[in-house]
């Protein structure tokens, strides 16, 4: 997965780094976590989507999903928060599902539209700035 001058390789040992970490210390996360995002039917590796995680105790799962840049533009990102999304609404532990966005991220502000997202808040993060926080419950889950 390294092309882009080393910026998806550097992302993906990252982010599967972070959740073999996370597998380490709970397997029964695995259902939940992030997993290569492959296109059909040629079989390359588009990004990479999935949940932070498990359900908590109040039934909330986040999504997290992230289109290689020489991908963008072509529904990959919806494809997959549309996967996700069902995913999440056909476990009956799932009550919510939350969505943090970056707020000069105008293609993921974009891709959520439609799939029934309310906007809830927002918060400054040192690493990627000023994020909103937008949920939908599970039972009002939309295809998009």
Known sequence: M???????????RWIFGYRADQLAKDPSAAP?????????PDGVVVG?????????EAGMVEVGYTVVPGYRRQGYA?????????RAAADP???????RI?????ASLACIEGFGFTRI???????VGLTIT???????????
């Open 102 to 106: 970056g707020s000069d991220n105008t």
């Open 2 to 12: 390294s092309i882009e001058n080393g910026i998806v390789g550097e992302r993906a």
């Open 121 to 127: 808040g927002e918060q400054g993060d040192e690493r």
């Open 93 to 99: 532990d799932v009550r919510t599902v939350r969505a």
């Open 48 to 56: 990479d989507a999935g949940f932070h995680g498990p359900p908590d």
């Open 78 to 86: 919806r494809a997959m928060l549309r996967a996700l999304l069902v």
């Open 134 to 144: 937008f949920e939908v419950p599970a039972d009002a889950i939309q295809a998009g």
């Open 32 to 40: 939940w976590i992030t997993r290569a995002a492959v296109s059909e």
